[in-house]
């Protein structure tokens, strides 16, 4: 038990995956940066990923990619495929692990805030975990500053039509799921316009594996398509202020109920790499 | 058990004092706005505290005072007075609720954020609680962006006054108490340079209760010294871009590990009032 999980060929395939996921996100991304007129961009060059590894002391450690860009004010993609065991605590809470604490995690997790208060931001994770048992999970949502009606639809739209290759009923699902995690309960209001979220994806490899790839293929072909919609309006000193208040409750919602971000401090995580995605510039007025 | 706590006379009192010391420090504050003579204020008048009532829907309320100004660039100084009956999961939590879920709460909460980098935000709050039991608890910390030693110095010498009226080892252990209760396990480093915290002082009101006026006092005398001792000194955009990233330290604390903070949100608190302690102006970069 106290040797760790060996990485075993699906774990291989899905941290391949991750991994390829993000070095295509990056480049659509940058392409954005290259593809700007805006005169808001003030004679910043495009912006180019830098990547950063990192070691974790239990066994593994990731890459950060993170862009401070003309379209994205800071963009990070983060991959990290980790190994150990669980202390005690954390054994107690996750499926598999009450016996035996070793685990196995792979994921890719993205978080982007942009200097244009009419481009929204957005979230998209999705991993895949092994204890004694194994399992894919994820989500991604949308945060605008002032919701778009086109934006919203066009987004949930393409997730609905990645969970329909998954199964019938599996966009409500994961939609509700999304409405109820993405929620802030002091503010009493969503933390954007949703996407979805999921968890626990087990038994069948291959299907849950699919899924996971729809997901982010959808993420990869919907969201670009949000960003240049809106990148070369023109925006007021108003809008950019009621932004960075938006911003905090992006902030509220992290730090006080995000599971990622408390699951990975909590763990001995990098803490630069999960607070990537707290945003640049932030106003609580 | 239906019925709520009457406040009785030693709760009045205690009530009357955080009041009466919410008062005096907002006059401080607003004679430091009046002698400000920095270049950096860049015409703007002198601040004056807002004051705005809210009521609690379980019981009590408070009074959000909140000053914007040239020297404070957001300074909250909360007075609440609450009542009601803990949920079944919190009287498990606090000292003499398990049985009886009533409770009466006031206190006073303090947060100070500067314009200027060299000024050290600082934060007091000081407490009295009646369950079946009742007890004081509070704190005092000094959280600058570049620690000065005679800041320092001058911050703990006058606490540790306040504390040797109360017990010989008062000091020692209140310090150590705040050395381990301020600091952010994720970053690994203390939030500030310290100061004292303590709880659950109960049996001798009038002894506690006298504790708590000098530490109040203690700060109402040394933290405006320590304001005017640096409030006219010149900054540069680099320092003030370092405040800002320092700043986002507090925030992490007060969202991830703050136990008032957390109670009070997930206790149905006002978030307006809980959360004016974060910053006007925050950055990750």
Chains 1, 2 share one sequence.
Not at 134 to 142: E, H, M, R, T, V
Request: glycine share 10%; aromatic share 14%; hydrophobic share 40%.
């Amino acid at each position: 038990m106290s040797e760790p999980y060996p990485e075993g060929p699906e774990q291989a395939r899905a941290r391949a995956w991750f991994e390829s996921l993000r070095d295509r996100i990056c480049a659509a991304f940058e392409a954005i940066e290259e593809a700007c007129r805006s005169p808001f961009a003030q004679g910043r060059p495009p912006g180019r990923f830098e990547r950063t590894a990192w070691q974790r002391p239990g066994g593994g450690g990731g890459v950060m990619a993170i862009m401070r860009g003309r379209v994205f004010e800071k963009v990070g993609v983060n991959v990290s495929t980790v190994w150990g065991t669980f202390e005690p605590r954390f054994a107690a809470q996750i499926p598999g692990a009450e016996a035996d604490p070793r685990f196995w995690a792979s994921g890719i997790s993205l978080v982007a805030h942009l200097w244009s208060p009419h481009v929204p931001p957005a979230h998209m994770n999705t991993r895949h975990i092994r204890t004694t048992r194994s399992w894919f999970g994820g989500g991604a949502d949308l945060n605008p500053i002032v919701p778009d009606p086109e934006d919203t639809a066009r987004f949930h739209a393409r997730l609905e039509a990645a969970c329909a290759s998954y199964a019938p009923d599996a966009y409500a699902r994961f939609k509700a799921w999304a409405d109820e995690y993405f929620f802030i309960p002091h503010r009493g209001e969503p933390r954007g316009v949703g996407g979805i979220f999921y968890d626990y994806l087990e038994g069948d490899f291959e299907r849950h594996f699919a899924f996971t790839r729809a997901v982010g293929e959808a993420f990869l072909e919907v969201y670009p398509q949000i960003v240049r919609r809106h990148m070369d309006r023109p925006w007021t000193e108003q809008e950019r202020a009621h932004q960075l208040v938006r911003r905090g409750r992006y902030v509220e919602f992290n730090l006080l109920y995000d599971r990622g971000t408390r699951f990975g401090l909590e763990t001995g995580g990098n803490p630069d790499a999960i607070l990537m995605s707290l945003p640049p510039l932030v106003a609580w007025p």
